[in-house]
């Protein structure tokens, strides 16, 4: 038998794409997930053939895409309507061509894996509240980021609008998970909560970590699980 997906319905989406790092301005009154472009909502330009499997041992095939924006997993349904899974703590994983996506608190996608324990990026569209721009293209709000949320009651989606223009920016962070699963940012501490101190902390002092550089944490991680 075919699994259905716990969905949440969506209203209409525009989409149209730009380059990581880039500012998008919304304007007041304005939906973002209305106005803003692909590229600033979705992983991948198109929705793309995956499978989702759930912690019962079930799976649903369908055309999945990231929406980093809303941190929503959406599938194309066979009549073309967009859905989000909605109830995603019952995923075990979602994966889409090469990619692996978890959920624990928000999607993570994995891009390293050691034993049992994996490296994974979180993407997300943050709003910068303030719409003036400093020098070299610097959001001089930066210091008020917040992410862009939205009000689920009962499976239905309200869409919010800004109160005042302001400007959206990618922004990505590492994470990594312990043998269990859950998955915690990628920081000092929280490698030394994980992982034996003593070996860690020898490691730490032969080696300089950028806690937001992939190579280095790649090189940790598999330091830490062997």
Do not use: W
């Amino acid at each position: 038998m075919r699994t259905v997906l716990p969905v949440a319905f969506l209203f209409c989406i525009n989409i149209a794409f730009a380059q990581t790092g880039k500012f998008y301005s919304v304007k007041v009154g304005e939906v973002p997930n209305e106005v803003l472009p692909i590229e600033a909502m979705y992983l991948l330009p198109h929705f793309t053939a995956g499978t989702a499997f759930m912690r019962d041992g079930s799976s649903a095939a369908e055309k999945f895409n990231y929406n980093f924006l809303l941190d929503e997993m959406h599938f194309i349904t066979a009549g073309g309507d967009t859905l989000a899974i909605s109830e995603p703590l019952l995923l075990k994983s979602v994966v889409i061509d090469s990619m692996v996506f978890y959920y624990d608190k928000g999607y993570v996608r994995q891009i390293f894996e050691r034993h049992n324990y994996k490296l994974a990026l979180k993407q997300q569209m943050v709003q910068v509240a303030d719409k003036t721009r400093g020098a070299y293209d610097a959001a001089s709000g930066a210091s008020s980021i917040k992410t862009y949320g939205i009000i689920n009651n009962n499976g239905q989606i309200y869409q919010l609008q800004v109160k005042k223009d302001v400007f959206f920016r990618e922004v990505i962070s590492f994470y990594f998970s312990d043998a269990f699963n859950h998955f915690l940012k990628a920081s000092k501490k929280n490698f030394m909560t994980v992982f034996p101190k003593e070996d860690l902390s020898k490691y730490l002092k032969q080696h300089k970590v950028n806690f937001n550089n992939e190579a280095d944490l790649k090189a940790l991680l598999q330091f830490c699980a062997e």
